[in-house]
């Protein structure tokens, strides 16, 4: 049973389905071939009842019968016998007729002519003594004055040759059925399947070449072409992915190139002061050094972002948890405070309970607040407000021209006036995609009388939501 299970998986899919409407067909064509043969068996045994009930034996056949058991009967002249007639005595003796064969007496024929029987009629089959099975009916009939016991049979071979004829012709329709089933089937499983073969071959094609711009032509609104805007919908969102990241690594080595490059040559300049033995100046020293050191951690920085942009959207760092957006904010502006220490930071904030991950808010909001710091004036002043989920940050800086507001939130877009500070470009990507995962928007716009207004906008409560238990 296992190897036919094996052999029947290693086939292709279209002999498969061939196979299964050939079986299905041949199980319906014997299905329907059965019942009508035993529906015609049943009815032609029922005419043969109807014709034996309707039938009485002649007199002259009765009494031949009758002489049998006492003297040799002959069949009258011109008597053709229609039946095996017989006549059954109360103690179960049978007197046959001439030209009639004799019939095994039933108990059944044996209670009518003992009386015992009270319909005086019984249906059913016997043998003959030559073993021939036969109909037989039994029933009163008068004759000469009284009522005797007669039992009229025919045989059964007459109904088993035509059902015997009619089983060759079910069954010949049956095969011819069968055949053309399977043939059917392949035909539909070769049409069928057409464009799943069209689809196999792009798989193949993209697993052979790495060619992601195929497209199958879709058709229609089945199955398979559902399944074919599927695969092309993946085709897309790899091909759209590996761009992605191609545009990721090339952004990623630009950038690391300015700050290794510096960090090279600094390098160098100290290894070649200790081996000619040339001492550095303390002041050029401690400059090299410090640019040392503020190149180190704007590498780890930037690895730092390019690891958060790097994970799916799907990845996650952890389950989402109820946070307080405030309390989120206050830690956010204790380290703003620490990075701007001549700067004047003002803040307002209502409680706001939101859901979201609790590293990944708090640092999009430190970002917000980074780039305030970063571009707001020596002495000027960022003012911080959280009011019905909706964060604002505003500084008295430079503000973003109007050409650059649909770029700020791209992966390594930089403006011209930043590229001088430190910084990837990558803050405010990192930003965009932790309030879109909370479900929120993010925007930046000129603020009225100069400077930047960031705008955070995260659904929530003001109060947190009850503990489930």
Known sequence: MNRVLRRYRAMPLRSRLAMLVATAVAVAVAAVAVACWLLTRAQLRAELDTT?????APGSLVQGALQSCTSQGSMPPGQKPFAYIQVVLPDGTRCVAPDSPPVQVMPQDVAIAAGRNLKAESLHNSITEGGMEVRVHTQYQEF????????LSRPLTEIDSALNRLALLLTGLAGIGVIAAGAAGLWVARTGLRPVDKLTGAVEHVART??????????????????SRSFNAMTAALASSRDRQAQLIADAGHELRTPLTSLRTNIELLARSEETGRAIPPADRKALM?????????????????????RPDAVREGPLEVVGLHDITRIALDRARLRGPELTITAELAPWYVRAEPAALQRAVVN??????????????????LDRGV???????????????????????????????????????????????????????????????????????????????
Not at 52 to 56: A, G, P, V
Not at 211 to 216: A, G, S
Not at 370 to 379: G, I, L, R, T, W
């Open 144 to 151: 000469g004055g009284r009522w005797v016991t007669v039992s």
């Open 368 to 385: 917000v607040l980074d780039n305030a710091v970063k571009f707001s004036p020596p002495h000027g002043a960022v003012t911080v407000a």
């Open 52 to 56: 034996l009930r309707n039938t009485s």
């Open 290 to 310: 410090a640019s040392v050191t503020a190149q180190m951690s704007e590498l780890a920085s930037l690895i730092g972002d390019l690891q958060e942009l790097s």
């Open 391 to 469: 964060l604002t940050v505003r500084d008295q800086g430079p503000g973003i021209p109007a050409e650059d507001l649909p770029h700020v939130f791209e992966r390594f877009w930089r403006s011209p006036s930043a590229r001088a500070l430190p910084g990837s470009g990558l803050g405010l990507s990192i930003v965009a995609r932790t309030v879109r995962h909370a479900g929120g928007e993010v925007s930046l716009a000129p603020a009225e009388g100069g400077g930047t207004l960031a705008r955070l906008t995260l659904p929530g409560a003001p109060t947190p939501p009850p503990e489930t238990p």
């Open 210 to 227: 790495e060619d992601l711009t195929v497209r199958i032509p879709v058709e229609g609104e089945d199955e398979i072409a559902r399944l």
